[in-house]
Every structure is written in structure tokens, then in C-alpha cells.
């Protein structure tokens, strides 16, 4: 599976992005999808992931009510729904595929495809 992200840029504060995430090569819609980011300076972090339909979506503390992961099966993308950025949400964003256990979601260990980054930088 290739998996292809876009839709970063820089925005201001209280401003929205929308991220997409386009796969290829695989089944996609038997994958657990998630989104994952790295600030500067920091290590890796979960911020939401997708069990193969909207109902079942998962979120980092730190992101929900603000971020909304969805999917749509027939074009092999998912997206992100960036809402009411802060500057501490600026990070390289990187979508990521596989097939954790629930309890494991979080883990980025878990994933076997990632895509190439794409930088969100939110000014003050």
C-alpha cells in the first residue's frame, strides 16, 4: 500500500485545514487508518485513527473536538478535519496504515505504510 498525504500549509490561529490522505496498491478499506504528527523537537505522536468506517474513530486528547478523521472507501482516501489550530498543533502530519488490535491503535509500531509528511505550521 501506498499511501500519499497533502493538504498542509500555514495558516493562522483559530484557522482550518483539511488533510487528505490517498492510497493505492492495497486494500484500503480492511485498514485500520491513522494520522500521526511530529513537532520540532519532539517524538511522534497519535492523533486519530479510523476502523474502516467514521463510527469507529479514535483521538489523541490533545486533538479532539477540534480534529475529525473520515474516510471514503470507494476513492482510497482519508482525511483530516483540522479545526480551531493552535500554534502547538504545528507538525509535520503523516498517515499511516495497518491492522492494530484496538489496544494498540495508539502505537505507531503498529503500522506497516506510512506516507510521506505533510507540514501544518499554525502562527500565533
Known amino acids: 500500500v501506498q499511501l500519499q498525504a497533502s493538504g498542509g500549509g500555514l495558516v493562522q490561529a483559530g484557522r482550518s485545514l483539511r488533510l487528505s490522505c490517498v492510497a493505492s496498491?492495497?486494500?484500503?478499506?480492511?485498514?485500520?487508518v491513522a494520522w500521526f504528527r511530529q513537532g520540532p523537537g519532539k517524538e511522534r505522536e497519535f492523533v486519530a485513527a479510523?476502523?474502516?468506517?467514521?463510527?469507529?474513530?479514535y483521538y489523541a486528547d490533545s486533538v479532539k473536538g477540534r480534529f475529525t478523521i473520515s474516510r471514503d472507501n470507494a476513492k482510497n482516501t482519508v482525511y483530516l478535519q483540522l479545526n480551531g489550530l493552535k500554534p502547538e498543533d504545528t507538525a509535520v502530519y503523516y498517515c499511516?496504515?495497518?491492522?492494530?488490535?484496538?489496544?494498540?491503535?495508539?502505537?505507531?509500531?503498529?503500522?506497516?505504510?506510512w506516507g510521506r509528511g505533510t507540514q501544518v505550521t499554525v502562527s500565533s
Open positions: 479510523s476502523r474502516r468506517n467514521t463510527d469507529n474513530s
Open positions: 499511516a496504515a495497518g491492522r492494530p488490535a484496538l489496544s494498540a491503535i495508539r502505537s505507531s509500531d503498529m503500522y506497516y505504510y
Open positions: 496498491g492495497g486494500a484500503f478499506s480492511s485498514y485500520v
